[in-house]
């Protein structure tokens, strides 16, 4: 059985999707079971991964490995990899981030990746770091802006990474939760291609055939509107910290997942095209 936390997160749901349709049993963690509709035969268990006492309780059996979300986890890695330890655990596979070995951002936010690698490193199980680059994924926050007014107001346009599309992390989580081969290796997770923030916008625009701008405006009006919708101080600080970086350096590009999965990594315009529903203006507007 493999213990995913963060289940309803991006990265979450799709390895519970890999596992189940492979026909591998799953345990899944979730602070919300009413709301989390996840996939059937995946065995959902209540609690809070960064509070691993709300676990003991209900935690089965019979695991073999941990999907860990940092932040799902928080500061308790170290607890809860002794609980699944104590219930059969014998490998982690950590959802890290690319800014650990390639720093963009604020550093205090690649330290906290840092901690949990190294708390992982330290709770005795075989243990594999997937690096992640920035998600596709995240693009999901334009999409009111894409739908209402075709126009995406962001900061520092020129920003240029590498994003991944989540089917390739939990692709690669799987992969690394089975084969003990993996152990102790660290993979830097990118997509396929270099793109900015323009670049992204169009490949939505292409998806929905429809012409979409980006509008580049100062970083300090996009952190007033973040905290005006009251979002914490900590998304903008996370969010422009990197895109500032990534504005003077473009992030790291590798062939990792290729090199993993013995397939091309997926583009971002085929995440788009497979998300297009979420930019479409509801019809009849
Ligand atoms: N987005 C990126 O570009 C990027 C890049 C590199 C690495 N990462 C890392 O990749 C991991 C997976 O990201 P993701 O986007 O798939 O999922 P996520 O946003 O981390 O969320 C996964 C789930 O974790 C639970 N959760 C969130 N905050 C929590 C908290 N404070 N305490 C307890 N549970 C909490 C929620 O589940 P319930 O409400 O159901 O409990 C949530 O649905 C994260 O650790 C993230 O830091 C992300």
Redesign the pocket.
């Known amino acids: 059985m493999f213990l995913i936390t ?7 749901r799709e390895a519970i999707d890999v596992l189940v349709k492979t026909g591998r049993e799953v345990a899944a ?4 079971p009413a709301a ?1 509709a996840l996939p059937d035969g995946a065995r959902v268990v209540a609690g ?3 509070d691993p006492a709300t676990l003991a309780s209900s935690l089965p059996d019979g695991i073999e490995a941990v999907l860990l ?4 986890v ?1 500061g308790a890695t170290a607890e809860l990899l002794a609980l699944a330890a104590a219930r059969g655990a014998r490998h982690v596979v950590v ?4 800014s650990v070995e390639h720093p963009a951002g604020l550093r205090r936010f690649a330290d906290e990746f840092k901690a949990v690698e190294a708390a992982a490193e330290r709770s005795g199980l075989r243990w594999t770091f997937l690096r ?4 596709d ?2 693009a999901l926050a334009w999409a009111p802006h894409v739908r209402a007014t075709g126009v995406v107001r962001g900061a520092f346009g020129t920003a240029t990474t590498s994003p991944i599309h ?1 089917r390739d992390i939990a692709e690669a989580a799987v992969a690394a939760m089975v084969d003990p081969a993996h152990h102790a290796r660290s993979y830097l997770l990118t997509g396929p291609e270099a793109l900015d923030q323009y670049d992204k916008v169009r490949l939505i625009g292409d998806a929905i055939h429809r012409e979409l701008s980006f509008v580049e405006v100062e970083p300090e009006q996009i952190r007033r509107a973040m905290l005006g919708r009251g979002l914490p101080e900590e998304i903008p600080d996370r969010m422009l910290g990197s895109l500032a970086d990534y504005a003077s350096a473009p992030g790291p590009s590798t062939d990792t997942v290729e090199r993993l999965l013995g397939r091309p990594a997926l583009s971002f315009g085929q995440w788009a095209a497979e998300n297009a529903g979420a930019f479409e203006p509801p019809a009849g507007t």
């Open positions: 963060g289940a309803t997160g991006t990265v979450g963690v979730t602070r919300r989390a809070d991964a960064s979300s940092p932040r799902a928080g959802l890290s981030a690319s992640c680059a920035d998600f994924a995240n989540q």
